[in-house]
């Protein structure tokens, strides 16, 4: 293959070492992606967003930034935190083991000591800092991706692990994949029978997709005209499309910015689309996948991804003032920045006084779920989140999947309802 990477007089100093050694290791690294995937140059980018959990960066991982922090390396563009495995005022708890947890503190100490905004988020779209339409991103969390790229109409590969670090010390990321626009264009067209209900369903439409498709570089469109998703619809959306089929790019015909029409999401190209209808059984036959095993629910679980302020409200509002069932927990994921709303409106003691349990800078299937099934005998677990729903029962537990009504429901009664 002919070398078409061209680098600017920056990026061949960072080559050369002169911006440090973390800096020449990172060049290095991107370099080598662009050359594998034939990209003619680095992009600049306008942020990163990094994973940023021990499971995911491991020991090697955890030492790579210890070093780094020690040679006083620093971010160059506005870098952000992913979800950690930890809450660390509650992580007592859940009886997680104190190595673990000094593990992923130490990694966060490293991540704020070169510059990083620690937000533990995977939601640093709806809270932090919403990506804007045709910007360059170097994003790690999928479920982030996939919403910018669709949602918002930004651009960013999955930047996992070193990756997303590196563009964080440069300040570049390669120019392939989805900051390609010709590789925006969708190629499968799905048109929807039916109304979707609720961000469940919008989940269950993203895991009938995801799947089918099962390809990282395939771009579904989808064309749904009796409905309107809310944004946290389509973050569901996002997040099952990205967990069922590693689906990083999509289109919402008439409600994501490129696609006013399926003309513009095919961007003018009819040819060679792969067309195909789905009713309301195909949906059911989503929910149908995760079944109740069982009528009594030990986990009712609100998370991946972590809630929006309104996702929230609506839990309480089902509440309505009633108790969860004794021998059931109700746990609710949320970042930093919604747990600080929800303390000033009340609505966290609101919750507490229910016997909900609210986990701050988490997601429930990276805070050693394994251990946390075994250490408390858990089998049953209920969620709204298709994309929990598929990676719980890879630890061992049974999980259902309804909607967010029959979830709280079910969480009042300590066994199956349905709202």
Same mark, same amino acid.
């Given at each position: 293959m002919v070398d078409s990477l061209s680098l600017n007089d920056e990026q061949k100093a960072m080559q050369a070492g002169a911006f440090g050694e973390s800096?020449?290791?990172?060049?290095?690294?991107?370099?080598?992606?662009?050359?594998f995937f034939g990209a003619a140059r680095l992009l600049p980018v306008a942020s990163v967003h990094a994973s940023a959990e021990i499971g995911i960066m491991g020991e090697?991982?955890?030492?790579l930034l210890e070093k780094m922090s020690r040679e006083g390396a620093r971010v160059r563009v506005p870098s952000t935190t992913a979800a950690c495995s930890v809450d660390f005022c509650r992580w007592r708890e859940f009886c997680l083991s104190s190595s673990h947890v000094e593990q992923e503190r130490e990694l966060h100490e490293c991540f704020? @000591?070169? &510059?990083f905004v620690d937000t533990s988020t995977c939601i640093n779209y709806q809270t932090v800092s919403p990506p804007r339409f045709r910007e360059h991103l170097a994003w790690g969390d999928t479920g982030a991706v996939a919403f910018a790229n669709g949602v918002m109409g930004a651009r960013s590969n999955y930047e996992g692990g070193p990756a997303s670090i590196a563009a964080a010390l440069t300040g570049y990321t390669a120019e392939y994949g989805f900051h390609v626009d010709g590789n925006r264009r969708a190629t499968y067209v799905f048109e929807i029978d039916g109304r979707l209900q609720g961000a469940s369903d919008w989940g269950a439409l993203g895991a009938l997709i995801g799947s089918e498709l099962a390809d990282y570089w395939r771009v579904p469109a989808i064309v749904a005209p009796d409905c309107s998703p809310t944004v946290d619809e389509l973050k569901h959306l996002a997040a099952s499309l990205? @967990?069922? &089929?590693?689906?990083a790019m999509f289109h919402v015909i008439g409600a994501t910015p490129e696609a006013a029409t399926l003309d513009a999401a095919c961007q003018g190209d009819m040819r060679d689309i792969t067309r195909r209808r789905l009713t309301r059984q195909d949906i059911a036959s989503v929910y149908q996948r995760f079944p109740a095993t069982q009528q009594r629910i030990d986990l009712v679980v609100f998370s991946a991804p972590q809630l929006s302020l309104f996702e929230v409200k609506e839990i309480v509002d089902v509440l309505g003032g009633r108790?969860?069932?004794?021998?059931?927990?109700?746990i609710i994921t949320v970042n930093h920045q919604v747990e600080g709303e929800l303390n000033?409106?009340?609505?966290?003691?609101?919750?507490f006084s229910a016997g909900a349990e609210l986990l701050t800078g988490t997601c429930f299937y990276v805070m050693s779920p394994a251990e946390v099934r075994s250490r408390f005998g858990f089998q049953t677990l209920v969620t709204?989140?298709?994309?929990?729903?598929?990676?719980a029962g890879g630890f061992g537990y049974r999980p259902t999947l309804l909607d967010m009504r029959s979830c709280v429901e079910s969480a009042v009664a300590g066994e199956l309802r349905h709202g």
């Open positions: 800096v020449r290791w990172a060049i290095k690294q991107q370099i080598d992606v662009a050359r090697n991982g955890l030492s704020h @000591s070169m &510059g990205a @967990s069922f &089929g590693s689906t108790q969860v069932a004794s021998g059931t927990r109700l000033r409106l009340g609505l966290s003691q609101t919750l709204p989140s298709a994309k929990l729903a598929n990676i």
